[in-house]
């Protein structure tokens, strides 16, 4: 299975630092899961973004979810938070 480099947008990371620390956790877990290339992991529900060529999302719980630009070997987390605000 394929790995991934990581980077982290400021933004993300700004936003990141406001989760409860109980998603943050959660959070990990599935940034680990996407470095590891398993975007078909059921919890994940990864998919692209419509009308963006290379940006996807992905499910943190039911209500977060993180955003993430996919180039080559690079996965970069762009925007995590509540689903509405995405």
Do not use: C
């Amino acid at each position: 299975m394929k790995r991934y480099r990581i980077l982290f947008a400021g933004r993300f990371h700004k936003d990141y630092l406001k989760l409860p620390q109980e998603i943050q956790k959660k959070a990990d877990q599935q940034i680990l899961r996407l470095a590891k290339g398993e975007f078909s992991h059921p919890s994940l529900r990864a998919k692209k973004m419509e009308g963006e060529e290379k940006v996807w999302e992905a499910s943190v719980t039911k209500n977060y979810r993180l955003v993430f630009k996919l180039e080559y070997d690079l996965i970069s987390f762009l925007k995590i938070g509540a689903h509405d605000i995405l």
